[in-house]
């Protein structure tokens, strides 16, 4: 188990803290990046359990678009070969109340280098039907928006069902 797992339950709570005193609301982005094949990027993290699309934290004047495509390279390597398309935004809540996260759909990339070092344990590719164990809720929820399954300001506990490949 990478280190940042085992301290993350002692330390967390005081960033929550901190995050509420500094900041009333935080942003971040993610992406929903599509290959070739219909398959989907996911990240895990070497700071929290289960699978996440990759993105970040949004910092003082920084637009979304920028954020999300430093945060492609940081992670992963991906450059974007034109604009995202908007998802949709969604509040975080199970994170910290004030968190909103931005979506974007990216389809047109190229691979380049990833520069962050020790915040990705692994990424993999998957198709929307067949995601791995672990995928975190707000994941799947972003994935069928992208893939027209769920509207954007649909209200939802669970997330339904993935739907199939010929049952659109």
């Known amino acids: 188990m990478p ?8 330390v967390q709570p005081f960033y929550r803290a901190y ?39 949004v910092e003082r004047g920084e637009t979304v678009e920028a954020a999300l495509a430093r945060e492609l390279v940081e992670e992963a390597g991906v450059v974007m070969n034109g604009p995202p398309t908007l998802v949709g935004v969604r509040d975080n809540y199970a994170a910290f109340h004030g968190d909103h996260v931005v979506c974007f759909r990216i389809d047109r990339w190229t691979r380049g280098e990833a520069t962050s070092r020790g915040e990705i344990l692994h990424t993999c590719w998957a198709a929307p039907d067949a995601l791995p164990p672990g995928v975190s809720r707000l994941t799947r929820v972003f994935i069928l928006q992208a893939a027209g399954s769920l509207s954007p300001g649909a209200r939802i506990g669970e997330p339904p069902p993935l739907r199939r490949g010929g049952d659109h």
């Open 3 to 10: 280190w940042r797992r085992r301290f993350r339950p002692f």
């Open 19 to 57: 995050w509420r005193v500094s900041r009333g609301m935080t942003l971040g982005v993610r992406a929903v990046v599509v290959n070739a094949e219909g398959e989907v990027l996911l990240v895990e993290h070497t700071y929290s359990h289960g699978w996440h699309l990759p993105g970040g934290g």
